[in-house]
């Protein structure tokens, strides 16, 4: 249940999708050959109803609204960005990431900047990074072509970025 909640942003859906998943493997039992774990087998089939789940809801077209008032992506890269190229706002240090990972208040809010990924953006970064999918098999599935896919993962990473600086990070500018 826990890989499915990191995965999906509503519980209800994630123990839907276990659901789903439990009853498929029942179907298949007779196909498991014993050759790896049965979790690993499990998860193998709820990482499927994932990707199934991906698919529909890319089938689905709704309007992104920015959860801090954004009007779009490019007054994102206008906020973030100067003319020249370089940072508006120097990003703050993150002093030791190993430790910040370790902390659970630090994956409380990076699993809540995960679930505020909005729309497609959400959806290919949790494909990519999550599910572990090849960006190939991605913009297979959702039909989305290899530049359309880099600039959406490249969205992802900023909103997320901006997310964690936000919600968990001080506000000590990066030494260039």
Not at 43 to 62: C, T, W
Request: glycine share 6%; proline share 4%; charged share 25%.
């Amino acid at each position: 249940m826990r890989y499915a909640r990191l995965q999906i942003r509503e519980p209800a859906l994630a123990e839907d999708l276990v659901q789903n998943t439990l009853i498929a493997a029942l179907q298949s039992i007779a196909n498991f050959r014993g050759e790896s774990a049965p979790v690993t087998w499990l998860i193998g089939i709820l990482k499927r109803q994932i990707i199934d789940h991906y698919r529909r809801a890319a089938r689905e077209v709704s309007l992104p609204v920015a959860s801090d008032g954004e009007d779009s992506n490019t007054d994102l890269l206008e906020r973030l960005f100067a003319q020249n190229g370089h940072w508006v706002t120097k990003p703050a240090v993150w002093e030791d990431p190993e430790e910040s990972l370790q902390q659970e208040a630090f994956l409380s809010v990076l699993e809540q900047c995960l679930n505020g990924l909005a729309g497609q953006s959400g959806r290919v970064f949790a494909m990519r990074e999550i599910l572990e999918l090849e960006p190939t098999e991605i913009c297979k599935d959702l039909g989305l072509t290899q530049s359309n896919y880099w600039v959406l993962m490249h969205r992802a990473r900023l909103r997320l970025r901006q997310c964690v600086e936000r919600g968990w990070l001080t506000a000590n500018p990066a030494d260039d």
